[in-house]
């Protein structure tokens, strides 16, 4: 089936301007889970979703950091007022079920470059 | 807090073995994970481990002793496609999340 799939692939932003990062989970999968991953880094947790409950945002770095999944399904990261350290790929990962141990499988991310 | 450490950088020849190590602090850990993540791709799972001991899968295995906040990925018969970074990983303690350690760079030469 069909597995994470995110878009854009790839972003370019002018500092300043507000984007919008969207995630399309394994159908489903009721875990759904953004990180970012900056170059030669590990992925760092930013926030956490349990069907559409927002349950964990504390590694959202800011407050122009946003997540909404309000259908339980798609989630869109939204990013206002982007930064130059915001420059890093943004990995979506979904589960099937809520336990932390269970397996996450992540998309191919997006790439943000804020110039 | 909860830190993950494994080399940054680590180089090997075709059909050798080789030992990925993995430390961690041992409190609040319930198992530890395995991610292969090729350059510009998504990770993806290799295997997890709640118990002590190895497990074999294939050309991997991985290895866990909780009470001494360790373990190791172990590949064996090395390919040139197994050039990618290795992720260590175990879930936070509220259980929301993977903290991930920084990953380890393999390069597989011929």
């Known amino acids: 089936g069909a597995g994470v799939s995110q878009s854009p692939r790839y972003k370019v932003a002018k500092r300043g301007q507000d984007v919008a990062l969207r995630c399309d989970p394994i159908s489903g999968h009721v875990s759904l889970f953004w990180y970012q991953q900056a170059l030669g880094q590990g992925p760092e947790f930013l926030t956490y979703f349990q069907n559409e409950a927002q349950l964990d945002k504390s590694g959202l770095p800011s407050d122009r950091f946003f997540a909404e999944r309000p259908e339980g399904s798609v989630s869109t990261l939204k990013i206002q007022r982007t930064q130059q350290e915001d420059s890093a790929v943004y990995l979506c990962?979904?589960?099937?079920?809520?336990?932390?141990?269970?397996?996450?499988?992540f998309g191919p991310g997006t790439r943000l470059t804020v110039l | 807090g909860q830190n993950i450490d494994q080399p940054t950088e680590m180089t090997a020849t075709e059909g050798a073995i080789v030992q990925i190590n993995c430390t961690y602090q041992t409190s609040g850990f319930n198992g530890l994970f395995w991610y292969q993540q090729h350059a510009g791709e998504a990770p993806t799972f290799l295997s997890y481990n709640v118990l002590d001991g190895l497990e074999e899968k294939g050309r991997f295995s991985s290895f866990l002793s909780r009470s001494k906040g360790y373990s190791y990925l172990l590949l064996k018969e090395l390919q040139m496609k197994d050039s990618a970074s290795y992720l260590c990983?175990?879930?936070?303690?509220?259980?929301?999340?993977?903290?991930f350690g920084k990953g380890t760079t393999l390069s597989v030469s011929s």
């Open positions: 990962a979904s589960s099937f079920d809520p336990n932390p141990t269970d397996t996450q499988y």
């Open positions: 990983a175990g879930p936070n303690q509220a259980g929301t999340a993977l903290i």
